[in-house]
């Protein structure tokens, strides 16, 4: 709850700061209280706070959960500096939206009660759906936000259809209480109920961007701004995952055997479709589109099978992600910034010219396609183990093969960058900060390879 | 101390890597400083744990940490200290840290010199894990480990093709009984359910003897010892990694790695007593080895090669005695023949120094003057390995002869003329090499450095004096080694003496004075026919009578085995490469990879660009789900 209330504060502040025009403040100040927020919010670590009639909880989950979203957070507004460096306006607008959509994001990890599932799903999406219109004289920014909106709203309906629906036959919203009803009821729950749960499942699985309701997600992460598109796919991702699991685990438990071949379906097609979409890209920020949906398939792995470890796998898996998704973002920004597009010829001999940067790309590249000992293969293979101690080793065997099929888009960077001449490329001049930054970002992810059990080991 | 062995495999790994890293930095013999000083810390470390084990008599596991631990699988990475280990320790860095001295000087001026001491810091490091290890999985890392050095350095000019071809050869050897091992490794895991000697040598009791399984396990071991201790069949790699340079030969070749396969049955003994079939097959494949490579050994006209077939035929030696239970004297003898061996390959290399790179003993002769420390030092090296008392070969010789008597009279025979064979072949080296002969011009050569002659004049102390920790009850001595190797390997002793016929004083005398006797005219004997008589080996086109040309090809080993295996194997390769890899596992690889890009192709084409499209596709598919699930 500390988290929520600094943070408004700070996106407050910061649009005052940008009506003040002070805009070398800005990012210091955000920065700033995005670690204080992060400390706010770690100290109430084992605490277990109810708030409101349990509209809000504040348990470990939460706060790991908020922890990861918050880490996500700053180390986008690291690399903004690189993004907007050419902009001369304040950007308070922008920035207030992304703290805005991170408090939506910390809602979603930490509701207990669906309605406020509902309030945290809109607040993201709506400065999301601004967001990815930012750049206010670009077609595609435009036609990404109208996109996103128009296939947003429409999956909100179901979602909240769905909300009724479950809360007319179980007559509450409070997690507790429907699981309640449900354990009572067990034999005689209508079937209503059910198109309830099947319709709350495809608004999440909307969200997560799961097959077969993941068509926004390639064109609206491709048309947004680079920036943003990071911000998106990670914290978006992050917190619907974290509420699906949330949702699942303490209300849906006990319909689980429903649940979990509707789950199933959503997890194959997602990792079949989304990796066999991926291979065929030649722009990068599209393959990293691809790339974000099929990692929903995996990270659904943790939430089919329940186990004890699910929750920890969930948190080690969405970290590992969101880092190496930044940090290929934040490469692909500054190649495109000099380069002009988003096509993988774009790479040529990056590793000659620039060898800090093609080191990043290569790790992030290596951490997403699962390559030991990076962050990345310790999470697919605790979240396989997660799902092979369920029982689930068809599921296991689907996601290897996806996971083989990945290495062929994942290595395609790292080929370009190695192993091909740059044709006419300059060098491209980056800030020592920048350099500094990138680098230890993927070293972070080389660390946090060979600590899966900390992480773990926290839920 | 004991609880700081870590250190010990430690500082030759921190030298390796020392080196390596500063490869193309260090200059001079600050290389070979760095790891002659890593190896003497080692060194000093390890006496220590050796006296502290001596007076003690406490074995002790040194835990380093949980490695492998998955499902019921808990390996750990700890170490064994006891009597045996402790052993190895100081022969490893005893004699290693010599021979590195030694190479400071014999490398010098070598392009590859700091190649060469981090790869010699790479295998003591490997070796050492290899003798501490306290479970058969860090044995076997230990095992690889110094399989790859051998490789390495067994090619270490790697210019030359054929040096490239020997060490390919000694690594393929290896690899097959490798194999081997592993796969008893495998089958004692299934059977045992550990990998820990201590918990398997306890278990073991549960086995009656003869238990088909345990000769399954023991044989499948002896297979690799086989590899490695170059023993019949596949003992052909050891006289062609003789390519290496001549401190490798010393170290590698003859004190060392060679004897892991020996310290590995002595390591289970507890196993093998339980199979007398696999100890009787190791007592003959060993003396069938010895009497073999003996033969060869007489015939051969490279200083080297008559040295290395001389390994072959002491290390089956070392075989016959484990096989008829005396393991006290294969241990003794592979310590004896550690000290004297290195002595006899630094002499050897301290000659084709001192001839700068002839390695033909035809080209030799009358070095006696010329290089006095060298030849003085060859001399004992000599001595010491004919069995002549008080020098060490006696009595560790003695050790083993007895051991065979009490077994079989048939061993003890054939023992006993392997051991006059070894006078042979030892004495015409040193006649043809340093007895001056009146037809030949004086040859140029050189003593060499004090670098190399005070590890030459240690080493020929230690194979003088060395026989005393062995010297038998029957002479007044009190049998140290024995006594000290006792807790390793008394239960096993005694499920062997149970059948063996206890001998008494006067007939233990009685085989020890006959071969002594035999010893001295059959130097007598080589001293006529290479001195008084001045005859060499012929030259190598000349025709050569039967029996002898028959040993001087080797038996024609190499020759065979191209045929049975070696070409076979090439035509299948040829086979596989051509016809399954290419046109049937390649076809079907790349047929799944097009299905795969074709299908990712076709996907895209869902992902229209087109909202309504969208939409519609998330509404037929909320109405499929909710029909599949609530309907049907």
Not at chain 1, 187 to 212: D, N, R, W
Not at chain 1, 225 to 253: H, N, Q
Not at chain 2, 334 to 360: C, P, R, Y
Request: charged share 10%.
């Amino acid at each position: 709850m500390n988290a929520i209330i600094a943070l408004s504060a700070l996106a407050i502040l910061t649009m005052f700061f940008g009506v003040i025009q002070k805009k070398s403040v800005l990012l210091p100040l955000i920065l700033s209280g995005l670690i204080i927020v992060f400390f706010l919010n770690v100290i109430e670590w084992g605490t277990f706070k109810h708030y409101y009639n349990e509209m809000f909880i504040a348990d470990n989950f939460n706060i790991a959960f908020t922890a990861a979203l918050i880490l996500t957070t700053f180390l986008v507004f690291i690399f903004s500096a690189l993004y907007y460096r050419t902009v001369k306006r304040p950007l308070e607008d922008i920035y207030a939206l992304m703290l805005f959509s991170l408090i939506g994001g910390i809602t979603m990890a930490s509701f207990g009660n669906i309605t406020m599932l509902f309030i945290g799903i809109e607040t993201l999406s709506i400065s999301f759906y601004i967001l990815a219109g930012s750049k206010k004289f670009d077609v595609a920014s435009n036609e990404a936000a109208l996109k996103y909106f128009l296939t947003g709203t429409f999956a909100t309906g179901f979602l909240l259809f769905g909300m009724a629906l479950i809360y007319g036959v179980s007559g509450s919203f409070n997690l507790q209480a429907i699981n309640s009803y449900i354990i009572a009821n067990k034999e005689s729950i209508p079937t209503l109920f059910y198109a309830g749960m099947i319709l709350v499942f495809v608004g999440m699985a909307f969200k997560i961007a799961a097959v077969p309701f993941h068509f926004w997600a390639p064109d609206v992460y491709t048309g947004s701004p680079t920036l943003i598109t990071a911000f998106m796919s990670t914290i978006g991702k992050v917190a619907s995952i974290a509420a699906f699991y949330r949702l699942i685990s303490i209300t849906f438990l006990n319909v689980h055997d429903f649940s979990v071949d509707i789950l199933m379906l959503f997890a194959i097609a997602t990792i079949i479709v989304g990796n066999l979409s991926a291979m065929t890209q030649d722009n990068m920020k599209r393959m990293l589109a691809y790339s974000g949906i099929s990692n929903s398939g995996y990270l659904l792995f943790a939430i089919i099978a329940m186990g004890p470890k699910s929750a920890g796998t969930l948190l080690y898996f969405s970290i590992s992600y969101a880092i190496a998704t930044i940090t290929a973002f934040a490469v692909i920004m500054l190649v495109r910034e000099e380069r002009g597009t988003f096509s993988l010829q774009d790479y040529k001999g990056l590793a000659k010219q620039n060898p800090v940067e093609a080191f990043a790309m290569a790790v992030a590249m290596m951490s997403l396609a699962g390559i030991p000992p990076l962050a990345g293969f310790m999470a697919k293979y605790n979240i396989f183990s997660v799902a092979m101690n369920g029982g689930y080793v068809w599921l296991v065997i689907v996601g290897v093969i996806g996971s083989m099929i990945s290495v062929f888009y994942y290595f395609k960077p790292i080929i370009y960058m190695y192993f091909h001449r740059a044709d006419a490329h300059k060098k491209i001049e980056t800030t020592k900060a920048y350099k500094i930054h990138i680098l230890l970002v993927s070293i972070l992810l080389i660390i946090l390879g060979f600590l899966p059990g900390l992480v773990i080991g926290l839920l | 101390m004991i609880e700081y062995i870590w250190l010990v495999p430690l500082l030759p790994l921190i030298g390796f890597l020392l080196i390596a890293f500063n490869f193309k930095r260090f200059q001079g013999s600050v290389s070979g400083i760095i790891a002659s000083s890593a190896i003497f810390v080692s060194f000093i470390i390890s006496l220590i744990v050796f006296i502290e084990i001596y007076s003690s008599k406490q074995t002790a596991t040194v835990q380093l940490f949980h490695w492998i631990k998955f499902n019921k699988i808990d390996i750990s990475f700890s170490f064994l200290i006891d009597q045996l280990s402790t052993l190895m320790l100081m022969i490893i860095t005893g004699v290693g840290f010599l021979i590195h001295v030694y190479s400071i000087g014999y490398m010098k001026g070598d392009s590859g010199f700091n190649r060469f001491f981090s790869y010699m810091n790479l295998f003591v490091f490997f070796m050492l894990l290899l003798v501490l290890g306290s479970n058969y999985l860090i044995m076997f890392i230990g095992w690889e480990g110094v399989g790859l050095c051998s490789y390495l350095l067994i090619g270490f000019w790697f210019k030359k093709h054929e040096n490239n071809n020997a060490a390919k050869k000694a690594f393929i050897m290896n690899r097959i009984g490798d194999l081997g091992f592993l796969l008893g490794i495998f089958m004692l895991y299934y059977y045992f359910g550990t990998l820990n000697f201590n918990g398997i040598f306890f278990q073991a009791h549960m086995f009656t003897i003869g238990n088909p399984t345990i000769t399954i396990i023991t044989l499948l071991l002896f297979v690799g010892a086989i590899g490695k201790s170059a023993q019949i069949p596949l003992f052909t790699w050891l006289p062609d990694a003789m390519a290496g340079p001549t401190p490798v030969s010393a170290l590698i070749h003859a004190a060392t790695m060679v004897t892991a396969g020996i310290y590995m049955i002595a390591r289970s003994n507890v196993l093998f007593v339980l199979s007398p079939i696999t100890l009787l097959i190791i007592a003959i494949v060993g003396i069938t080895t010895a009497l073999l490579a003996g033969g060869i050994a007489i015939f051969q006209t490279d200083i080297k090669k008559v040295l290395a077939y001389s390994t072959v035929s002491q290390l089956g030696f070392m075989f016959l005695a484990l096989g008829v239970g005396a393991f006290t004297g294969a241990m003794f003898h592979l310590t004896t023949h550690a000290f004297f061996k290195a002595l006899l390959f630094l002499a050897a290399g301290s000659v084709i120094h001192a001839l700068n790179g002839e390695q033909d003993i035809r080209k030799m002769g009358g070095l006696k003057n010329k290089i006095p420390i060298t030849f003085f030092t060859f001399l004992i090296g000599t001595i010491a390995i004919s069995g002549i008392p008080p020098f060490s070969g006696f009595f560790s010789k003695d050790m083993i002869l007895i051991g065979a008597f009490e077994a079989n009279s048939i061993f003890w025979i054939i023992a006993v003329i392997v051991s006059l064979m070894t006078t042979f072949y030892m004495f015409r080296l040193l006649y043809i090499v340093f007895w001056k002969r009146s037809n030949k011009e004086d040859l140029h050569a050189h003593e060499s450095p004090k670098n190399m002659t005070i590890p030459l004049m240690i080493l020929a102390v230690l194979s003088v004096l060395a026989g005393a920790f062995g010297i038998p009850l029957v002479f007044g001595g009190n049998d140290i080694i024995g006594n000290f190797l006792s807790p390793i390997f008394t239960e096993s002793t005694n499920i062997i003496k149970i059948n063996a016929h206890e001998i008494s004083h006067n007939t233990e005398l009685l085989l020890m004075f006959i071969p002594v006797i035999f010893v001295f005219v059959v130097v007598y004997l080589a001293y006529y026919v290479y001195v008084k008589q001045k005859k060499l080996p012929e030259a190598d086109n000349q025709k050569r009578p039967f029996f002898s040309n028959i040993f001087f090809k080797k038996l024609y080993f190499d020759e065979i085995y191209n045929a049975l295996f070696v070409k076979p194997a090439l035509w299948l390769s040829d086979f596989l490469h051509n016809i399954i890899e290419l046109k049937v596992i390649d076809r079907m690889v790349n047929q799944a990879g097009n299905l795969v890009v074709w299908t990712g192709k076709t996907i895209r084409y869902i992902q229209t660009g087109n909202v309504g499209f969208y939409l519609f596709a998330m509404v037929i598919s909320i109405i499929l789900i909710l029909i599949f699930k609530l309907f049907i």
